[in-house]
Structure formats: C-alpha cells, structure tokens
C-alpha cells in the first residue's frame, strides 16, 4: 500500500502551490494530476495579477500578501516566474457613462485613472477609440501562469514531493466514513488527509463522493496567438465584466438544483473582449464564457472563434484575423468570489483548496497558509490561522 501524509488532486497552480507549501513544512506529499501537460485555467489563464482590487480588509490584505510573495516567488522556487509590472487598460463601452464607470471602481484599494478614448489609444495603439466612451488605466501584475506552476512543481519535487501523471476516479473511505485515499485507474493511495485542488472538476468528483460544495464553474473559450513582431503595450480587458455577473446569477441558491443536472444551460453565453501579450511575444485573446451544468459538455469551436474574433475584431482591429488556436477550460468560482478553502463539512480527511474568482495573486499566499494551517494542526498545536477560518466551506452553512 502507497501511503503519504497528504495527498493534493489536481496540478494546476493551486495544486502546485499547495503542494510545494506542505512539503515545505516537511509533510510526505503526493500531487496527482491527469495531464503530463496541463490543460486546465492554469494553461489557458490571462497571467494577471490584480492586486489593486481588493475592496474587503480580507481581500486587500491577501491581494497585498500575494503580491509581497509574488515579488520573491522567482528567487525562493529557482525559476522564472516572469513577473513584470504593466499597464491595465480597462475598456468602457460605447453604452456606458465612463465617469460613473470611475466612480464605481473607487471601492478598490488603487482607484484608476479615467481616460479619454484618445488616450487610452495613446497608451495602447492597438485600440480602436471609436468602439470606446473611455477607459480606466490601473497598475497591474503579470507572470506566466505555466511557468510558475511548473516552477512550483519541480521545487516540490526538489523537497522529496512526489508526481504522479494519473487521473482521480474516486475518493477511498473507511467504514468510519474517513476519507483515507484516493484511486486511479493505477493504483489506489492512501494518507492521513486528502485535498482537492481539480478547479472546476473538483465539484464532480466530491459530488460522486456524495458531498455537495457550493462550487460552480464556467466554460472559458479563448484564442491563442503564436508569438507576433510586434510589442503590446498593456494589458487590456473590459471594465464592465459580463463574467462576474453572469456568475453571480448561476450561483445563486435558487439555481443549486440546476447544477445536480447533467445538461443545463443556466445563462446565456457572454463575451469580454480582452487581450494580453506574455514575454515571448505570444497573445491570448478572448472570452466567451458559458454556464454549462455538465463539465464534460459539448462547444462548437468554429462557431465560438468566430464570434470571438468579430468582437475582438471591433476594439482590436489589427487582431482579428491572426492565424491562432482556439482553447476551452474550466473556471471554478464561489457565490460569494472568495475561495474554498478548508476541510469539507462531514467528511472526515477531505479539504478542498479551490474556487478563486482572483486566483493568481491569491494563491500563492493562501496555500502558504493554509499549508501552514494543516501541519500546526495535524500535531494539535492549535494554530488556527483567521484567514483560513474566514473561507472554510462551513461559511455556507446555516
């Protein structure tokens, strides 16, 4: 029998951050992940770093700690993270009164700068200022999301962290109800805590564990552009996003019994027309995002890029018909966008550590934590860190 002390389902950076915090503290850990190369959020993911949205003491003082370790993350995992400081251009659309889109983004912790459209095609020539009232300019993080995974991967490894590329079937449990392991097609594993980091997979597989978690997910589609000879010079993404709406309506409590359905549509699909160019000079362009019941559902390519690119096409002109790939994934995310993270109310050894609406300057600080939170207390120290308490899954409860 294969025991660790922990172990992590899912690679993506959460998994993999996750992972490398608890062998840090020196716990036997195993990370499993189905893919030897990712194809989940993590892959497909913008590499944004908002750390000036923090509008809660929580999320300010998180997206400030993330930041913090972002800044030392290259040194301390021996790896390129590609960290840079850039400019956030945020589109207003042609509909919108751009002072009273400023206004409300005076709730974060860095209020913008409203431009005109002449200005902000100043500071990113790639926009059309016609197709705009205004925009918002903020300061703004990027890395390379692959990368920093990755980079955490191999520091874990470098920690006595063990890899194994297999998919999760099902969760093991003892007869007194105990979440001891996991299985895959393999070989079955087995340790003192199981935690579930498989991002928007992670509500099927407890739920065929028998656990409901207010944990939903969309459908994220975008289009991957190989590297270009031209230099971006920000990052541009709508001010009004459609996505934190529309997840807002498929998250609430009236819509749960939607979700125990295999085929439902719960919203109409929207599209936030953004664009972001990483070091090597490729660009990644999109959104459509799709609120699908079934994770495994089915999405036209060929209809989805098209539309894609007419949109993209009316702010970025120049952008539309570069040759480039379409890619879909699952985005997890909560009711309330803060994370899950913390042990699964009734299940014994079982914690999830998913569901971030801002994950990547989130991550990093949270899993230290909570990596921090789970080795105090498996020697019954007590240290119950109040960050952790604040996003355990029992905050829906009640």
């Known amino acids: 029998m294969k025991t660790y002390d922990w ?8 998994g993999a951050a996750l992972g490398y915090e608890m062998a840090k503290q020196g716990l036997k850990v195993l990370l499993l992940e189905q893919h030897t190369n990712l194809q989940g959020a993590s892959r497909h993911s913008y590499g944004g770093l908002a750390y000036w949205s923090g509008t809660t003491p929580l999320t300010r003082q998180l997206a400030k700690e993330g930041i913090d370790r972002h800044r030392n993350l290259s040194a301390e995992l021996e790896a390129d993270t590609q960290l840079r400081e850039l400019t956030l251009i945020l589109t207003i659309d042609p509909d919108s009164d751009p002072e009273a889109v400023a206004q409300d983004y005076q709730k974060f912790a860095i209020a913008p700068q409203l431009l005109t459209p002449e200005a902000a095609h100043a500071q990113e020539p790639l926009i059309n200022p016609h197709a705009i009232s205004g925009a918002l300019q903020l300061p703004h993080g990027h890395i390379n999301p692959l990368l920093t995974t990755l980079a955490y991967t191999k520091a874990m490894e470098r920690l006595g962290g063990t890899v194994h590329y297999e998919q999760v079937l099902s969760l093991i449990s003892r007869r007194d109800e105990h979440i001891s392991g996991v299985s895959t097609a393999q070989a079955d ?4 805590g199981v935690v579930v980091c498989a991002g928007g997979f992670s509500r099927g597989l407890l739920k065929a564990a028998g656990f409901s978690v207010p944990l939903y997910f969309t459908h994220a589609e975008s289009i991957e552009i190989p590297p270009v000879d031209f230099t971006l010079q920000a990052i541009v993404m709508p001010a009004n996003l459609q996505r934190s709406k529309m997840e807002g309506f498929a998250s609430a409590k009236t ?5 125990e359905g295999e085929d439902h549509e719960l919203a109409l699909p929207i599209m936030d027309v953004g664009m ?31 539309k894609m690119r007419q949109q993209i096409g009316e ?5 539309a018909d570069l040759p480039g790939t379409w890619n879909h994934c699952l985005v997890a995310f909560c009711r309330d966008y803060l994370p899950l993270v913390g042990s699964i109310p009734d299940a014994n050894g079982l914690y ?3 569901g971030f609406s801002n994950p990547l300057v989130f991550v990093p600080t949270l ?7 789970l080795a105090s207390n498996s020697d019954n120290s007590g240290n119950d860190d109040d960050i952790i308490q604040q996003l355990s899954p029992s905050r829906f409860m009640g």
């Open 7 to 14: 172990i992590v389902v899912g690679g993506g950076i959460t």
């Open 189 to 192: 594993y087995h340790a003192s």
């Open 255 to 259: 819509q749960d019994h939607f979700w």
């Open 276 to 306: 972001i160019q990483f070091q090597d000079q490729s660009l990644r362009l999109g959104q459509i995002s799709r609120v699908l019941s079934n994770p495994h559902a089915a999405v036209d390519p060929a209809a989805s890029e098209a």
């Open 315 to 319: 702010i970025f002109p120049r952008l």
């Open 352 to 354: 999830i550590f998913s």
């Open 367 to 373: 899993a230290q934590r909570f990596a921090t939170h």
